[in-house]
């Protein structure tokens, strides 16, 4: 006899919500990569959980039907994912405060983001790949991001944080380093502006995503004046 072909459930409406939508997505990707049924890129719409067209990098957003996004649910075969007890998607991240000594005083880079959220400030970071070391994941999207390169890395956070992410998860399990750097660097495609800035720009006027303000936060023991609601 035959395989009985089981049909791909429907799509959720936007009216059924998140939850509904993430528990549909669960029963398509599995609890996580060593299910093993993410095999090539998925991209699902956000609203309600149609799977789309499978792009990676898109900067202007998401479109499915009537609605636009910039953010969608992406499972790839290698970055690492779980669930939490509420049915939320988690991610795991790692990031660098990246600082040198100038004749001014110590700076630190950071650069303005082009993709969601739009406009708001970041440190290099990035998603844990499967089977990375997060040390070396961490150098790694510094160099991917900055050009840059670490000399030495203190471990400064370790924790969740609720924060959205692009590729539709709203929580990541973070570790993030204090790193003194050397280069200069350059833009990458996530990236409009990049530079080295003073604790005062920083804690005054720069707006931050959320995980960057955090991580400031730790660093200068208060936290920074403008940042991004998670």
Avoid: N
Wanted: aromatic fraction near 10%; glycine fraction near 10%.
């Amino acid at each position: 006899m035959p395989d009985r072909i089981v049909p791909e459930p429907p799509a959720v409406t936007p009216e059924a919500g998140r939850a509904a939508v993430l528990g549909r997505l669960r029963g398509i990707v599995g609890e996580g990569l060593q299910a093993g049924l993410i095999d090539r890129l998925r991209v699902f719409c956000i609203e309600d959980g149609t799977e789309l067209v499978a792009q990676y990098w898109q900067p202007e957003g998401y479109e499915h039907d009537d609605h636009r996004s910039p953010r969608a649910f992406l499972f790839t075969p290698t970055t690492r994912f779980s669930w939490r007890a509420d049915g939320e998607l988690v991610h795991e991240s790692v990031g660098a405060v990246l600082w040198r000594d100038e004749p001014g005083g110590r700076r630190y880079c950071l650069f303005r983001r082009r993709a969601h959220p739009t406009g708001w400030y970041t440190i290099p970071a990035g998603h844990l790949e499967a089977g990375e070391d997060p040390c070396a994941a961490m150098r790694r999207e510094v160099f991917e991001e900055t050009g840059l390169a670490v000399l030495s890395a203190e471990l400064l956070y370790e924790g969740e944080l609720r924060e959205e992410c692009r590729r539709g998860s709203d929580y990541h399990l973070w570790q993030a380093w204090c790193c003194e750097a050397i280069g200069e660097p350059c833009i990458s495609e996530e990236a409009d502006v990049v530079g080295w800035y003073s604790r005062l720009e920083i804690m005054e006027e720069l707006p931050l995503i959320l995980p960057a303000g955090v991580f400031f936060e730790k660093l200068f023991g208060e936290r920074p004046r403008r940042v991004r609601a998670g």
